[in-house]
């Protein structure tokens, strides 16, 4: 189980290394070494760290998609 989930994550975290915006692959590539080093040493707490750090993460860049989508009036087209 917990494999699946750091893979998630990972695999979450790692499509964020995409972005094309000057210095945006600094905090994903961060949150990534995290959680390689606290699955490698077997580390709960450190794991469960960096996976709120992942959460976090993705939340600002959903939270930054979603202002984006609706500053160009597709919102309404959605929903």
Same mark, same amino acid.
């Given at each position: 189980?917990?494999?699946? *989930?750091?893979?998630? %994550? &990972?695999?979450?975290?790692? +499509? #964020?290394?995409?972005?094309? $915006?000057? $210095? =945006?692959?600094?905090?994903?590539?961060?949150? *990534?070494?995290?959680? =390689?080093?606290?699955? $490698?040493?077997?580390? @709960? *707490?450190?794991?469960?760290? %960096? #996976? =709120?750090? +992942?959460? %976090?993460?993705?939340?600002? %860049? +959903? @939270?930054? *998609?979603?202002?984006? &989508? =609706? +500053?160009?009036?597709?919102? @309404?087209? #959605? $929903?």
């Amino acid at each position: 189980m917990t494999k699946r *989930v750091v893979g998630g %994550a &990972i695999l979450l975290v790692g +499509a #964020l290394l995409f972005v094309p $915006l000057p $210095l =945006s692959n600094v905090p994903p590539a961060l949150v *990534v070494v995290l959680l =390689s080093f606290a699955y $490698l040493e077997e580390d @709960g *707490v450190l794991l469960c760290i %960096a #996976l =709120s750090f +992942a959460l %976090a993460l993705l939340l600002i %860049a +959903a @939270g930054t *998609v979603w202002q984006a &989508i =609706s +500053a160009t009036g597709w919102v @309404g087209g #959605l $929903l």
